[in-house]
């Protein structure tokens, strides 16, 4: 008979074994890669988001191509024809429709005549089986009519492509590896080379992204896989005719090489190789490089040394594994949509920025090279701003994405900051655009300057255990703020106008000769502002000198200077607004570029701009003030109008939730002292705009804000740019833990009293969706509003009361209650 002190053992084990079953649970089989994969044709919400095999923050992003666009990352979830399955690819981006990236494809052949083989681009195009779409985090599928399976999995920079072709099929089968075509068929020279080893070596130049410039990037295969060596019975290269006739083309058998000189114009010639086997199962190992070619096979062979699939795809699975696992929940207690929301996101967020480390072609050092930080649009007219989000940079990801790696991948977060550091080194400014390794332009302000003030506030007592030199973070911050670049188009800031006015003047010729884009004024300035109060912050944590600080204090508060309180729109008086560098105001509707403007404006990143205001309107953009939101309000007329305001601008439809200055907006009823009506808008926002289907994202992913936006929602939390300081609201999730790698800890939110009726749309009366308390380590917080980023990955537990009736004192009835506002005198000690 067990003794009372067994069974309370037996107890304690069958505890531990229940929570480590939770913990052995396989997030990855939670991963949704489909979410947001739907067309973005016609205006509809597309998401662009890329389901192919990759690794986090890849250089290598393996996938199919469609034959239609749009397909920023290659792939939809149609019934488009395929024209091949490439190695690099976006994710999540806007802007050239044709996409991104799609180099070197390779595509299956059935049984053919050699020398008539269907080689071409649209000859070869092949429709998929429906329904055999299929994929995992580091694993992708599909089947094409004609029965042949393709798989690819991966490493950083290289991977594996397998091609089985139906039993049936005849011995003799084909695949083609494809020069020319990427995804814009934007070829412009290169070369391809045959061993008799069954090596292939590539080189291409292409037309980046979204920009004027061409990269190059070089490519290896091998087909002589050791251990299932497909006999290779011929081989051969073929190419168009003349650039006259494309389509037509000559397959020369056992020829080794083509080349193809550097052109201004892009070429239309198709060029590849041919290649046959005598077996129903034909394996790729391939690699990826901006420096060389033999770098290509050398990333290959250093990162694929055994061609064993079972192993990269479980490596590729155990990284992804890590990544998730960051965020622990009990998986079979909490809401299955959440859940697969949660963790879908979790993923998107560390696609991107890529990691580039050794592929840098520009400079040789000992710090890291990330790319895809930031993407950019070229220049189209919007007739008003539509539900499809065209760009993706540093504007779209300081918000989130960075403050959510703050959190939970401090190791990631801090190569990706000395990236943004090297590049400072480098040009003399803080980088805010460049993808396919070329540098972009800029959309709103430099925003990398609040990621590297993030930094400084969260980790600048522990930046040289991350090797981050934080003398030249914070001169890469000043540099960036007090130098005007010859083309802040490109990089930099206008701050000869800046400091010289107060804010961005319209119609102003800058004496320096100094040139940029002369667009988006307002917006521009707000982000300005936004910029030197990361400075400010960066200047507080790293001990500098009161003088600088008092500076940048002075200088983030300059937005107001764009406030026009003679502007009156649906009964709301005071708005953002252009200005003459006489000091007089420049009228622009503040419905302007809303997703409801009557008349057709544009506030994309070109000339024909004339609002003032980028893909944003004033009545979005005159929210933006998250260091000193107590300005706003007083601006706006008080926390009665201002919460009416508010509730007016969801009401009216000016919200966007596809777009990154409307990400902050459900949450500002917090410093008007209603997080009750905080709560109940975000429980509107996500399940409106996001669920778990191939149109499951408000607009494009954008290199992964929309995914940090909706993990921080479901954590109950939300990030005041370069601060100590999250919002806090109820999660959508009745508990869940925070690993910290870095720091050791694991910090456990506790929802006492969740309740999963608040789970929906409109919560019903009486549901506990209230946050009555928060205590943190059993010490109760002075306030409901907010937390310290400190206690958040400090360890131990905060617990969440929540229950059915708002507090009325709102966040708290301490003089610290609201969340801090420089106006007010927040953020005394950063």
């Not at 982000?527 to 960066?538: L, M, N, S, T």
């Amino acid at each position: 008979m067990l003794s009372t002190l067994s069974f309370v053992i037996l107890g304690l084990i069958l505890l531990c074994e229940k929570s480590n079953a939770v913990t052995a649970t396989n997030l990855t089989s939670l991963v949704n890669l489909f979410i947001g994969t739907a067309s973005g044709a016609g205006g509809a919400s597309g998401g662009n988001a890329f389901p192919g095999a990759a690794v986090p923050h890849a250089m290598a992003k393996v996938g199919i191509d469609v034959s239609t666009t749009p397909r920023q990352a290659g792939y939809i979830s149609d019934n488009s024809s395929i024209t091949g399955i490439s190695l690099m690819h976006d994710e999540g981006t806007g802007g050239n429709t044709a996409g991104g990236y799609g180099i070197f494809p390779l595509f299956p052949l059935p049984s053919c005549s050699f020398t008539s083989c269907p080689v071409g681009i649209q000859a070869r195009s092949t429709l998929r089986a429906a329904g055999k779409d299929a994929a995992s985090p580091g694993y992708f599928t599909t089947t094409f009519t004609n029965g042949i399976q393709i798989e690819t999995t991966s490493t950083r920079r290289a991977g594996l492509i397998r091609f089985t072709f139906p039993s049936k099929a005849p011995a003799v089968n084909h695949v083609v590896v494809d020069l020319t075509n990427d995804l814009q068929r934007s070829f412009h020279g290169g070369f391809i080379s045959i061993s008799p080893s069954a090596r292939v070596k590539l080189g291409g130049t292409f037309l980046q992204s979204y920009g004027t410039d061409n990269y190059t990037v070089f490519g290896c295969y091998d087909f002589a896989d050791p251990s299932h060596n497909a006999p290779l019975t011929q081989f051969g290269t073929y190419q168009s005719q003349s650039s006259n006739s494309p389509n037509t083309i000559t397959i020369l058998s056992s020829n080794t090489s083509l080349n193809y000189a550097l052109t201004a114009d892009t070429s239309p010639i198709q060029a590849g190789a041919l290649f046959a086997f005598n077996s129903s199962s034909v394996t790729a190992r391939f690699g990826v490089s901006f420096i060389s070619a033999d770098q290509a096979c050398s990333n290959a062979e250093t990162e694929v040394p055994d061609w064993d699939w079972d192993s990269i795809q479980e490596a590729s699975r155990s990284k992804w594994e890590d990544v998730l696992s960051r965020v622990a929940i009990n998986t079979q207690a909490e809401d299955p949509t959440v859940v697969q929301l949660l963790y879908s996101s979790l993923y998107r967020a560390s696609l991107v920025p890529a990691n580039l480390t050794g592929e840098n072609p520009y400079w040789s050092s000992s710090y890291p090279f990330y790319d895809a930080l930031f993407w950019y649009v070229t220049p189209i007219s919007f007739l008003r701003y539509s539900s499809v989000h065209c760009t993706t940079s540093s504007w779209d990801t300081f918000r989130t994405v960075h403050p959510l790696l703050s959190l939970l991948s401090p190791f990631e977060w801090a190569e990706i900051v000395n990236a943004y550091i090297d590049g400072w080194r480098n040009t003399g400014y803080i980088p805010e655009c460049r993808s396919n390794t070329k540098a972009g332009y800029v959309q709103g302000g430099s925003d990398g300057m609040p990621i590297l003030g993030d930094f400084a506030v969260k980790y600048g007592n522990h930046a040289s255990q991350l090797g981050v030199p934080v003398d030249d973070l914070y001169q890469a911050l000043v540099d960036t703020a007090e130098n005007t670049p010859p083309d802040w188009y490109r990089f930099g800031r206008q701050n000869t106008a800046w400091k010289a006015f107060g804010y961005i003047p319209t119609d102003w010729v800058d004496p320096s000769g100094s040139t940029g884009l002369p667009t988006r004024e307002a917006s521009r300035a707000f982000e300005y502002a936004v910029g030197d109060f990361a400075v400010r912050q960066a200047g507080v944590a790293l001990d500098k000198s009161a003088a600088d600080i008092a500076k940048y204090t002075n200088r983030s508060m300059n937005f107001v200077n764009h406030w026009d309180p003679s502007i009156s729109s649906d009964g709301f008086i005071g708005f953002a607004q252009r200005r003459y560098p006489n000091g007089s105001f420049a009228f622009s509707p503040p419905d302007a570029c809303s997703p409801i403007d009557p008349t057709p404006h544009s506030c994309a990143r070109g000339t024909d701009n004339d609002v003032g205001f980028y893909e944003s309107s004033s009545w979005e953009m005159s929210f933006f003030a998250p260091h000193s939101m107590s300005t706003i309000i007083r601006l706006m007329g008080g926390n009665a109008t201002f919460i009416n305001r508010t509730d007016h601008y969801f009401s009216k439809g000016y919200f966007q939730a596809g777009n990154e200055p409307s990400f902050q907006i459900p949450w500002v009823y917090h410093y008007a002292n209603r997080p009750d009506l905080t709560a109940l808008r975000l429980r509107q926002v996500v399940y409106e705009n996001f669920n778990t289907g191939i149109k499951g994202i408000p607009g494009n992913d954008d290199s992964g804000a929309m995914a940090s936006l909706l993990t921080f929602h479901l954590l109950g939390l939300y990030p005041v740019p370069a601060s100590h300081q999250l919002l806090i609201s109820t999660p959508f999730l009745s508990s869940y833990t925070l690993h910290n790698g870095l720091l050791g800890t694991d910090t456990t939110v506790t929802v006492q009293g969740f309740d999963p009726t608040t789970l929906a749309q409109t919560p019903p009366p009486g549901s506990h969706v209230h946050v009555q308390s928060v205590t943190i380590n059993g010490v109760q917080n002075e306030s409901v509003c907010w937390v310290r980023w400190e206690d958040v990955v400090g360890g131990g537990e905060i617990v969440i009361e929540v229950g059915p009736n708002p507090r009325p004192d709102g966040c708290g009835s301490s003089s610290g209650s609201l969340p801090a506002s420089l106006e007010s005198g927040g953020f005394a000690s950063g």
